[in-house]
């Protein structure tokens, strides 16, 4: 009879260690799959699908911090391109400067205000003359608020007859600012001045 109970108090210290086992197995298992199902949604939050021309193209999703660098350098160059790219159409120039000024401060404003002074427009449209800019180099401190940069360019001011090259350097002072079709990076240039703008010698 003995035997008998110390074999039921066996069986049952066997199940009850089946049973402990089986639970901690399932409470594993579980928090895994929840831990899985997170990292999931996290992986899929991160990715981005853009339709062109009828074909899904996935692209990735990062913070602003990220990409920083090659926001603010393409926003410096887009500031650049528009300020200084002329053609002798009174049309065109105020578009382009309309665009630039969008970018920057009173800073840019007052240095197209001095342009305007000094005839540089009206000059380039009697003249027929072309300015077209290539911006080489943008150094960036991004270790202080607002940024600081500075701008190395090429600007070229073409003519029937040949075309003058200019080594131009600029700097400033980025913030930030709200996105808006005007202003999709969201930054605004200012303190902006040039440094440099010298005359090259010409080319036929």
């Not at 831990?35 to 339709?51: E, G, H, N, P, R």
């Not at 072309?130 to 960036?140: G, H, P």
Request: net charge positive; with cysteine.
């Amino acid at each position: 009879m003995f035997t008998q109970f110390k074999n039921i108090d066996t069986a049952f210290r066997h199940i009850k260690r089946f049973s402990i086992f089986l639970i901690l197995a399932c409470v594993c298992l579980s928090g895994f799959a929840i831990y899985k199902s997170f990292d999931l949604v996290k992986t899929m939050q991160s990715k981005v699908y853009i339709l062109a021309n009828g074909k899904a193209i996935e692209a990735f999703s990062t913070t602003r911090k990220d990409n920083l660098p090659v926001e603010l350098r393409d926003h410096i160059k887009t500031f650049h391109h528009y300020f200084f790219t002329l053609d002798p159409d009174d049309k065109v120039i105020k578009n382009h400067i309309a665009i630039a000024l969008n970018l920057a401060d009173e800073s840019a404003k007052k240095a197209n205000d001095n342009l305007k002074e000094q005839g540089y427009y009206n000059n380039i449209i009697s003249a027929n003359i072309s300015q077209e800019i290539e911006v080489d180099s943008v150094s960036l401190d991004i270790n202080q608020y607002p940024f600081y940069f500075k701008c190395y360019a090429t600007q070229r001011l073409i003519r029937s007859s040949s075309t003058a090259t200019r080594k131009l350097v600029t700097q400033g002072f980025i913030r930030n600012v709200s996105r808006s079709d005007n202003n999709p990076h969201g930054f605004l240039i200012q303190r902006w001045e040039t440094l440099e703008n010298t005359d090259q010698p010409l080319k036929p």
